[in-house]
């Protein structure tokens, strides 16, 4: 079900191993639904995702939100363990204040 206002994301683990975890990743806004897949690297906590299927491109701010989380994730792994599954629902932020976080 798609979000009536702002967006939410979802990732749900699908393998780990000692390179990291490979999660399948959607997007979810009134505008659209995005799905792709998400390697976080256990030694640094990078993050990367392939190709996003969808219409047009996915939301920046919402790929922002999904990266930290993912990023939360891995700081926590070593004691919690991956997560098998998460989702969040965040506001569109204002334009204004993110031009402000960007310059």
Same mark, same amino acid.
């Given at each position: 079900? &798609?979000? =009536? +206002? #702002?967006? $939410? @994301?979802?990732?749900? /683990?699908?393998? &780990?191993? =000692? +390179? #990291?975890? $490979? @999660?399948?990743?959607? /997007? ?76």
């Amino acid at each position: 079900m &798609q979000p =009536e +206002a #702002g967006g $939410r @994301f979802e990732a749900l /683990l699908i393998h &780990q191993d =000692e +390179a #990291g975890a $490979r @999660f399948r990743v959607e /997007l979810s806004t009134a505008g659209g639904v995005w799905s792709s897949e998400a390697l976080v690297a256990k030694a640094s906590g990078e993050v990367e995702w392939g190709a996003w299927s969808g219409p047009g491109e996915a939301p920046e701010w919402l790929c922002r939100y999904l990266r930290a989380a993912l990023r939360s994730a891995w700081r926590a792994h070593e004691e919690d363990g991956w997560p098998r599954r998460f989702t969040r629902w965040r506001e569109v932020p204002d334009a204004r204040r993110a031009r402000d976080e960007e310059g």
